[in-house]
């Protein structure tokens, strides 16, 4: 079967990208379309829900023929948009057959521009290679992939050397689901393992390609990424990831030769869901003698936690949180970035909505009439844009958002909204911001600035998130011998380390009551390792043998981790 993909007539590129343009695919029937159009290769990549019918981002429209609407298309958009055609792809298979063997179909034109490299390239910073030998470090992460260029003069002194370029783009793979389990699904059978790593081979091979037509040569490469995307990026057996009893095929450490691409090394691999991003960024941390007792906590679509202690012992253990923290999942949630809100705050007026600002500060207030009146504003649908300006809420404005209803009355340590007929609050405050709530068949929902909303679905999927980690945290120390008061450091990784404040973490129950002050924002330490270990592969044997003495705590395979789980289920605890 052949798609056709045309912009919406109704719909305008962004101002400033390029024109979008129709696209031709062939697809197979039975596939849903999300996964025909958003691993092609020929449509940009999406961070799409793995079919949970949430995120709204999978929308086409229907040139003709349009099947009757699911309940869960219902859901997502307006009588209107249903009429004019618009589903979910993800809730779609592609068909037998079509009229002239062709379905067109519309996608949002933003969807449809030219993807010329996309941020990878474009956002590029740095001078120009200057015929410099280089490094290039790839923290492969299953959303985002950041990548930078260090100059291997780089004097010694400068662990992790001066980039000659950097930049970041969206995985390719996201088309497969935003979670781990939604592309080992996909790459457990080899055609479909392929593709994944066909994907992001070439995306890899893009950025070479740049970097050479700016005179620089590309080395070697030190690819951090956790296990699975390690093992799909290789094109290697993936089964012992995909069922328990879990087991890894390799341990990592190793210089890997793929055709077309410069010698691979992979950092090592200490377990199924514990991977080369892991300690590559402990790699990072000891180079920066962190003090210990520590804990490196890379927070994404998995948690993984990794405590040092001060006689040299390594416990690692991994936990599934899904991708509410990457911004997938909520209702209106975002991948962090420019008019994605990043914190609330409570005024005079109402709740604030703050855009990203530098770390742990708030941005500007959204200047909206919406927020400026403290009321809902401009409703909108799932996938759709926001008041100008605005286009969603990021992990950490969630958090915020959380930790301001909780401490309000608003929202009670089980994540539930006050009933309809419970009191009104005392506060004044609190009793305006009471006023946003609306009740009604999709569920409860609470109006915020800028034309947002959260769900009370929203709040359980964070709860289930607060809830895994507390408890891979407190098993992680008790394994260690470590009591939260003896704790140097919580190293919090990745963007939602440099945005969240402690004390919500501390509110919500994500980390012990006094653990706030010593939590640290570290950056991406993934990347920062994949270049150490780049420019420095020697560094490399005493990580594998840290790594090799590490002691791996199974915590899901744990009999008793569904009930302690469930008791963890509360903001506070």
């Not at 405050?429 to 609470?446: D, K, Q, S, V, Y």
């Amino acid at each position: 079967m052949k798609l056709r993909l045309i912009p919406a007539a109704r719909e305008r590129a962004v101002p400033g990208s390029p024109l979008p343009r129709a696209v031709e695919l062939h697809a197979s029937s039975g596939e849903t379309l999300a996964r025909a159009i958003w691993l092609s290769g020929q449509v940009q990549a999406l961070p799409l829900c793995a079919g949970l019918g949430r995120c709204g981002r999978c929308r086409v429209r229907f040139v003709r023929d349009a099947p009757a609407p699911l309940p869960a298309e219902e859901a997502v958009f307006s009588a209107d948009a249903l009429a004019l055609g618009w589903r979910l792809a993800c809730r779609r298979q592609v068909p037998d057959a079509a009229a002239g063997g062709m379905l067109t179909l519309e996608l949002p034109a933003e969807d449809l521009a030219e993807d010329a490299g996309s941020a990878a390239l474009s956002g590029a910073s740095g001078p120009q290679a200057a015929e410099r030998e280089l490094v290039l470090a790839v923290d492969l992460g299953t959303t985002s992939v950041h990548w930078r260029a260090p100059a291997l003069d780089a004097p010694r002194g400068d662990l992790f050397g001066k980039d000659a370029a950097q930049g970041h783009f969206l995985n390719p793979q996201a088309g497969a689901g935003a979670d781990v389990m939604s592309r080992l699904a996909v790459a457990r059978e080899p055609q479909g393992r392929k593709l994944l790593a066909g994907l992001a081979r070439e995306r890899l091979g893009r950025i070479l390609t740049a970097l050479g037509a700016d005179g620089g040569r590309v080395s070697r490469i030190c690819l951090a990424a956790n296990t699975a995307m390690t093992d799909i990026f290789l094109d290697r057996d993936v089964a012992g990831l995909c069922a328990a009893p879990y087991r890894i095929s390799h341990s990592g450490h190793e210089i890997v030769h793929l055709p077309g691409l410069p010698p691979l090394y992979i950092p090592p691999l200490p377990g199924p869901f514990v991977g080369g991003d892991v300690s590559a960024g402990l790699a990072a941390l000891l180079a920066r003698e962190t003090p210990r007792p520590f804990v490196l906590a890379d927070l994404g679509t998995n948690g993984e936690l990794a405590l040092v202690t001060e006689k040299d012992e390594l416990v690692l253990a991994s936990v599934p949180l899904g991708p509410a923290l990457e911004g997938i999942g909520p209702e209106c949630g975002q991948l962090a970035g420019p008019e994605v809100i990043t914190e609330f705050s409570l005024t005079p007026l109402g709740l604030a909505a703050h855009l990203p600002g530098p770390a742990h500060e708030p941005g500007p207030a959204c200047a909206c009439p919406a927020c400026r009146a403290a009321t809902a504003g401009v409703r909108r649908q799932s996938g759709e844009a926001a008041v100008p300006g605005v286009r969603g809420i990021s992990a950490t404005g969630y958090l915020s958002l959380l930790a301001v209803l909780l401490q309000l009355g608003l929202l009670d340590s089980s994540g539930r909204f006050p009933a309809s007929s419970s009191p009104p609050p005392r506060m004044p405050l609190a009793r305006r911001l009471a006023e946003g709530f609306a009740r009604g068949p999709a569920g409860t929902r609470l109006h915020l600035p800028c034309g947002l909303w959260l769900a009370a679905g929203d709040v359980e999927v964070l709860l289930k998130v607060k809830a895994a980690f507390a408890l891979a945290l407190e098993k992680l120390l008790a394994a260690g011998k470590v009591r939260p008061a003896e704790l140097a450091a919580l190293c919090l990784a990745g963007a939602l380390g440099e945005h969240v404040r402690p004390q919500h973490l501390e509110t919500l129950g994500f980390v012990p009551a006094g653990l706030g002050p010593r939590i640290r924002a570290v950056g991406n330490a993934a990347l920062d390792g994949a270049a150490l270990l780049a420019l420095q592969p020697e560094r490399g044997d005493a990580l594998a043998d840290l790594c090799g003495r590490a002691r791996l705590l199974a915590l899901v395979e744990d009999p008793d981790f569904q009930q302690e789980y469930l008791r963890g289920m509360r903001f506070g605890a």
